[in-house]
């Protein structure tokens, strides 16, 4: 069943049709495009992280907290292959956060900005009325490369499907440190022609059923071809953590077989690129078993609005 | 006393120093602004709003909560004189928070979206592990109008102080319903020149102060010229309403007396424009009482980092 999520999304975008001369990219993607003028535009995500939910201030710091409240962003502005160019924050404060926390949190913050180069220019800090917990709002804003943008709606029955890194086991370390791929991301639009790309936060199976709603394509995913994480390994069943596991941060994209092959002879690391699996015709994901059947892939990443 | 709030946000500014070309207005003014290219800027605003303190739900609805966050962002919009352009929103969800009360929250960003033509163009929904209240982060892009944006820093010795409206009591009622003063901020500015333009969202004291530290000048208040609210006049002391009280979310502004003549000569209703003050030289603020004594005049409003 489509997340809950997903169909509160799409009820959203359906409320208002957008200018498309103005907004070429609205509601649905991982950034939305605005048109300012003639020649230039820019591209907007936003993302709200809760201590409790994305980070647990009892085990990681703020300064974790900062650079991954920034490094989520700027993992959209690498989904669609943009550049970062600014970001603004807003926190809620718990009682007792002072400007101690303040400085540890914006130590993170400035880590992810000065090292993707996308500086923060403003914010807001507010507190809450009672004990509640820390929250903080990144917006980001980031330009077109030479190339578009690349959506989630492009994907064409035989493409490949590929993923950057490897995937699951991420709540271990990897959500509080990962590294967007922005830089990747880049060099994969200038390299090939890529037809629909996104970046896996809430699990391969629940972002690639995503890719494949927009079109009405299905996929077929090869679990001998995966790149399961040494964290995911420690889980109990790994590939279902590879396949399920939300916060990997890496890249999903599809493109022709032929692009493929030329992406994979022109890559060179240090992050590795993985074909698993093809877009089919058909709608339904699939998932080939090391022994060979074909059995049904359900999305079963994180819904943040579960019933 | 400078606010908390204040010293953060000038130790967040002085952390970095931004490229001038690229960011002609940084962390400090209602908005920061972000070059594009030769021709082309957008500016941007964010600000967080949390159940219990920017409204309260028991009392307030869903719908005035969402009309709210957008009126507080638009109104940043109007203090610089700008056209807003796009609105991106994020949410913190408290457990049972469903599609109901989704819809009737953007039932209210829509109202504001419609109005001032700013359409909602993204945003990201997540929610508290456990029992906690909502939040909603607004961040806004606007576009200069032929005028450039107007700033907190250039108010000078000699001008005339001038607000939009009326002020103080807003917590009655007009936090949740006010109108941000985008078409009046953008009429002052094709007017006349003005010297520093805010809107008040911290009170008037509070808000004159943070314009006269931007240049070390100083200012005197009339007493007798106030625009007093009739909601301020429910309050025991009227007068420190008008002065103190937070979320009135009208325009505060400083110009030339001969520009503010013409202005007064000029302007047309139905927002009234009332001279309340001179910048003077000598930094401090200073009150000239109904009996024509001149006593200090201290910052007064809210300070949302207050120890």
Same mark, same amino acid.
């Given at each position: 069943m489509k997340p809950r999520e997903d169909r509160i999304t799409a009820w959203f975008k359906d409320q208002r049709r957008l200018d498309p001369v103005t907004f070429p990219i609205g509601i649905g993607d991982d950034m939305a495009e605005i048109r300012l003028g003639q020649a230039a535009s820019v591209l907007i995500t936003t993302d709200m992280l809760l201590d409790g939910s994305h980070f647990d201030l009892r085990t990681a710091t703020l300064e974790q907290a900062g650079y991954k409240a920034m490094a989520a962003s700027l993992s959209d502005c690498a989904a669609m292959a943009t550049i970062p160019l600014a970001a603004v924050v807003a926190v809620a404060l718990p009682p007792g956060f002072g400007t101690e926390q303040l400085k540890a949190l914006h130590a993170g913050i400035a880590r992810a900005a000065d090292k993707y180069d996308c500086p923060l220019v403003g914010g807001d800090i507010t507190s809450w009325k009672g004990s509640h917990p820390f929250a903080v709002s990144v917006t980001m804003l980031s330009r077109r490369a030479d190339n578009a943008p690349i959506r989630r709606c492009g994907a064409q029955a035989g493409d490949v499907i590929c993923v950057t890194g490897s995937l699951g086991?991420?709540?271990?370390?990897?959500?509080? %440190?990962f590294e967007p791929r922005v830089k990747e991301a880049l060099r994969i639009a200038q390299t090939v022609t890529v037809h629909a790309m996104m970046d896996i936060s809430d699990g391969l199976s629940t972002d690639l059923n995503r890719i494949c709603e927009q079109r009405g394509v299905g996929a077929v995913i090869e679990a001998a071809s995966l790149p399961i994480s040494d964290d995911a390994r420690r889980q109990p069943d790994p590939l279902k953590a590879a396949l399920d !596991?939300? %916060? !990997?941060?890496e890249l999903l994209f599809t493109l022709a077989p032929d692009e493929g092959k030329r992406l994979l002879q022109a890559w060179e690391g240090p992050v590795a690129i993985t074909p698993v699996g093809r877009i089919a015709e058909a709608e339904g994901m699939w998932l080939r078993t090391l022994d060979g059947q074909v059995v049904p892939l359900e999305p079963g990443g994180y819904d943040h609005l579960k019933d």
């Amino acid at each position: 069943m489509k997340p809950r999520e997903d169909r509160i999304t799409a009820w959203f975008k359906d409320q208002r049709r957008l200018d498309p001369v103005t907004f070429p990219i609205g509601i649905g993607d991982d950034m939305a495009e605005i048109r300012l003028g003639q020649a230039a535009s820019v591209l907007i995500t936003t993302d709200m992280l809760l201590d409790g939910s994305h980070f647990d201030l009892r085990t990681a710091t703020l300064e974790q907290a900062g650079y991954k409240a920034m490094a989520a962003s700027l993992s959209d502005c690498a989904a669609m292959a943009t550049i970062p160019l600014a970001a603004v924050v807003a926190v809620a404060l718990p009682p007792g956060f002072g400007t101690e926390q303040l400085k540890a949190l914006h130590a993170g913050i400035a880590r992810a900005a000065d090292k993707y180069d996308c500086p923060l220019v403003g914010g807001d800090i507010t507190s809450w009325k009672g004990s509640h917990p820390f929250a903080v709002s990144v917006t980001m804003l980031s330009r077109r490369a030479d190339n578009a943008p690349i959506r989630r709606c492009g994907a064409q029955a035989g493409d490949v499907i590929c993923v950057t890194g490897s995937l699951g086991g991420s709540v271990y370390r990897k959500h509080l %440190e990962f590294e967007p791929r922005v830089k990747e991301a880049l060099r994969i639009a200038q390299t090939v022609t890529v037809h629909a790309m996104m970046d896996i936060s809430d699990g391969l199976s629940t972002d690639l059923n995503r890719i494949c709603e927009q079109r009405g394509v299905g996929a077929v995913i090869e679990a001998a071809s995966l790149p399961i994480s040494d964290d995911a390994r420690r889980q109990p069943d790994p590939l279902k953590a590879a396949l399920d !596991d939300g %916060e !990997d941060f890496e890249l999903l994209f599809t493109l022709a077989p032929d692009e493929g092959k030329r992406l994979l002879q022109a890559w060179e690391g240090p992050v590795a690129i993985t074909p698993v699996g093809r877009i089919a015709e058909a709608e339904g994901m699939w998932l080939r078993t090391l022994d060979g059947q074909v059995v049904p892939l359900e999305p079963g990443g994180y819904d943040h609005l579960k019933d």
